[in-house]
């Protein structure tokens, strides 16, 4: 069942996976990299994919002859000697995220995937290129590449984890990537997946929540092929993805999506799909639902947010003044003592 990595690579080099030339110049956005914020990773993009070639390709140098591979049913696992019970968890686990998936979407997945467990944080930054990212997938590849070590830290797991990336393979071997908006693409991913996604956020801190209150969105329409490259814009633009899908569910129900999901599979495109299926606009669906989140945003609602920021400003106040207080009244006694009272004294 397992075999060292270095046997099985002429043969996997030549398959679908890794059949993407060294220094290609197409962008992330069209080879269909997901999971990732690609804004700031278009500068990246050879490093990233070369990357990936040297690890499998120098299979000579120690780095690559750690890694086995693990072949069960329609997956291969690739992954270090340390993490083989991690390889073994993937593959007992696949059957059943594939099932769910199959059941939330009612799609099949045809396709089999090759799943990288990467046990170092550094060595995934170096094909990941973005610090927020603990996993992503390659659709056209039918590629998931995951970052172990994060894995055992709240609120990752290896089940939704998997089940994200595996979400984005599913969707894009029944809808064209062309035709799939990268806002959808993501908001459906962490629908499905319990509302994880595969990027690092404090969920203390809504970026959402404040967007709201100020009316300050992203437009969908700007996030179309690939989300914006500074950080509070990406993790917005994911909070929103997964805000709007939701959204659009409780609003219209599981069913009508899936019918979105069908005519766009059909080919047709996002917002034609939506107004065929729901006969609204989705511009007017996007309004609807800001306005939906405006109306719970209140001061109150707003600074709540903020508790445990205001009440550490307001003791460091408090202290600050009390040290005041404190120093002026030394002063006061010290004064005191160098220049004693003296109209009594005859």
């Not at 690092?200 to 959402?208: E, G, T, W, Y």
Request: proline share 4%; hydrophobic share 40%; charged share 25%.
């Amino acid at each position: 069942m397992f075999s060292c990595f270095r046997d099985k690579f002429d043969s996997l080099v030549k398959s679908q996976y890794f059949g993407l030339p060294r220094f290609s110049k197409t962008p992330l956005a069209e080879r269909g990299l997901f999971g990732l914020g690609l804004g700031n990773l278009i500068k990246k993009q050879k490093q990233l994919f070369f990357f990936i070639i040297f690890l499998f390709a120098f299979s000579k140098c120690a780095y690559a002859e750690d890694f086995q591979i693990l072949q069960r049913g329609s997956i291969s696992v690739f992954f270090e000697a340390p993490l083989e019970s991690a390889a073994k968890q993937v593959s007992d686990l696949y059957p059943g995220v594939k099932e769910n998936l199959g059941s939330i979407f009612g799609w099949k997945l045809y396709l089999s995937p090759s799943i990288i467990l990467i046990k170092d944080r550094n060595n995934f930054l170096r094909m990941a290129g973005d610090p927020l990212v603990v996993a992503f997938a390659v659709p056209q590849r039918n590629l998931i590449v995951i970052d172990y070590s994060k894995m055992i830290t709240h609120p990752f797991s290896l089940e939704t984890t998997l089940k994200h990336e595996l979400c984005h393979i599913l969707l894009h071997e029944h809808i064209k990537t062309e035709i799939l908006p990268r806002w959808l693409d993501e908001g459906l991913c962490q629908w499905a997946s319990g509302g994880i996604g595969e990027i690092i956020m404090d969920q203390k801190r809504s970026r959402l929540n404040r967007a709201a209150f100020s009316r300050e969105f992203i437009r969908l329409q700007d996030l179309q092929q690939i989300f914006p490259p500074d950080e509070n814009s990406r993790l917005l633009a994911y909070e929103q993805s997964k805000s709007f899908v939701s959204y659009l569910v409780r609003q219209f129900g599981k069913g009508e999506i899936l019918n979105v999901l069908k005519k766009m599979k059909q080919g047709e495109t996002t917002e034609v799909a939506f107004s065929k299926v729901l006969s609204i606009p989705l511009e007017k669906l996007e309004s609807e639902w800001q306005d939906s989140l405006g109306n719970k945003m209140t001061w109150f609602t707003y600074l709540s947010y903020y508790l445990y920021e205001i009440l550490f400003a307001l003791m460091a106040l408090i202290t600050v003044c009390a040290f005041v207080r404190l120093s002026i009244k030394k002063k006061g006694y010290v004064d005191d003592e160098v220049c004693p009272n003296t109209d009594n004294v005859v």
